[in-house]
């Protein structure tokens, strides 16, 4: 790692956990090591292709350990991130978003000549124009990104998706690979049954889809899609043969929420936690530690405390810098050190620089976020 | 400005705003100036000192203008940007919060060998006793903070301000030089008679720890407070002769939403936006940008629609990387920006490396955000 980096706010990055400047972002080293594992045995096991989505992690120390693990490469959600993982080593990659400004597009075309496999989804026939027009030497990935019903991205219908394969096919430097379909909505129904009834109605609808395309000619090579909370219900409906789930290395609040093995268990370990500390205590039972909107995302609702505090102690979120926290009986002493369970790790991830990597009370090693806030 | 900072995600940076990548944060330049200009004319007229709160914008370029129109300093709510303040030429900081591990004590020891006027809050014993064994041969200039009642920090009656005046004065390295308290509750109230109303009230209890603190010998040279929702009010009632203000640079849809003149006007002009893309539009009257939960903080709600849509368009998040807007009646073009002005302009500006400043729709610079992610 580069002196420059080492800034100021990143000193005492040797030694005790305990002693590193708050709020901080550490991985227990132990359990993501274990969720990279597991995934990769279940992907394995399954017969199913492991790309995961940077989008959780956007660290391209992390991405090398999920392909070493055996992910065919990663998912990006924006451009930004795929340059920062290419330029991390990372040879495989799949941005799950379309690309549409030409600035972007120019981009997107220097990337593809910079790394052996870029991948992009579109869908709308005038983006495929541009996309082609704007192809040098090398032909540009295409997969037709299809809404399972989210109305975010993806074509409407299976003519939709039909017509944008020929136009697809009829365009010079493009080539169709397959289809991606992710079902953002469905990924944290908490319900083990609940989110099988849903995936099974939208696994469905996307088998009509592939049906239309490969009567028509285009037969998708590759269906991706899939996430953390679906993941085992779409192996076992078995129309994936690509997986992007991305949250299982870290899990958090919303995902540990959810029956997500349907045996009313997680799945995957707790890898992401912020450690803060306490900084002021004059109301009995209160405490309010250094860590607010700046140390965590709040679309996900308040973190989970985990120690430091009575477990589970309820937190509130009190502005920019600080949280505040119910200790119960005893107010807490100033600097105690209470260590929270992040409410949504993507968005949150999103707010710092580095990884502090820890084994139990040991700092082991800082990994850089480099795809942090490149999200054009 | 260096060439290693550019970025792949900051080309384009000089010519047409509408060529920038986006999701991007603009600062419209006019608009700024005047609200710059517009608040040290006031503080000016009020003979108030003006130390604006850094924690808005992050950004020693904004903290070095706001000087030169003035202001005496400003505020940092972090140690870790006041770090940055100081590095970017500002001489005279107050950190806002308190600085309690061993680890933060010992760069603030520094901090303050370094620049000719630093001063930081504490509402603790234990936290003086601390700060005063750190203290090499500089003395250390102390606030007290006083809580008004919202129980994040600062101590919770006068008897304990006095007490820990007692205890700072019989320290040796620590300067007791006034007072501050923050009525951030207040700040977002819309209606100007509730919310003058509530700070009279709150000023009447501030007034009480004042008397108790001049009487036990420790009157308070600097009474420092107040923000932009409540800083009309704050000069009627001449209790402070520091104010605080930060969000007036910027202005936000919280802000705007608030009568801060009293004469039903926000009284600021909008100068913080938000430039994105229609990515998708497969849905009649809808369109998908490129600007979520990583573009914007969402603690303070959606955004407000200006331009590229409806304006007043109904926003919603999509996710990490989506927002959808509603069209109305057509679908927008793929490509349209869709200009928005944030709903909270703090915790957004934590998740933007720099500003791109535009005068109308010309880049005219950029600007680091050094405080950014800064926030232990």
Known sequence: MDDRDLHAHLINQQGSRKSLNTPVLLIDLDAFERNVAAMAALAKASNLRLRPHAKTHKCAEIARRQVAAGAVGVCCAKLGEAEEMAAGGIASILITSPIVSPQAIARLIKLNDRIPDLQ???????????????????????????????????????DAAVALAQTIAALPGLNFTGVQYY??????????AERRTEI????????????????????????????????????????????????????????????????GAPGYDTALLIDARVVSANTPGLGTID???????????????????????????????HGLVLFGDASPP???????????????VNLYDFYHVVRGDTLVDLWRIEGRGRSR
């Open 120 to 158: 992009v989804v579109l869908d709308n026939i005038d983006n495929a124009k541009a996309l082609a027009a704007a192809t040098t030497g090398k032909a540009l990935k295409i997969l037709i990104d299809v809404d399972p019903g989210i109305r975010r991205t993806g074509v409407a219908s299976a």
């Open 183 to 192: 079902c953002g909505r469905q990924q944290h129904i908490e319900a083990y």
């Open 291 to 321: 860590a607010g909107f700046k140390a965590m995302a709040t679309d996900g609702g308040p973190p989970t405390v985990l120690s430091g505090a009575p477990a589970g102690a309820a937190f509130h979120f009190m502005g920019d810098e």
């Open 334 to 348: 100033i600097g105690e050190i209470v260590t929270l369970a992040v409410p949504h790790c993507d968005p949150t």
């Open 200 to 263: 099974i109605d939208r696994s469905d609808y996307m088998r009509g889809v592939i049906a239309a395309l490969t009567e028509a000619g285009f037969a998708p090579g590759i269906i991706t899609g899939g996430g953390t909370g679906t993941h085992r219900i779409d192996i076992e409906l078995g129309l994936l043969n690509e997986l992007q789930a991305g949250s299982y290395i870290f899990m958090d609040r919303q995902y540990n929420e959810c029956d997500i093995t349907g045996q």
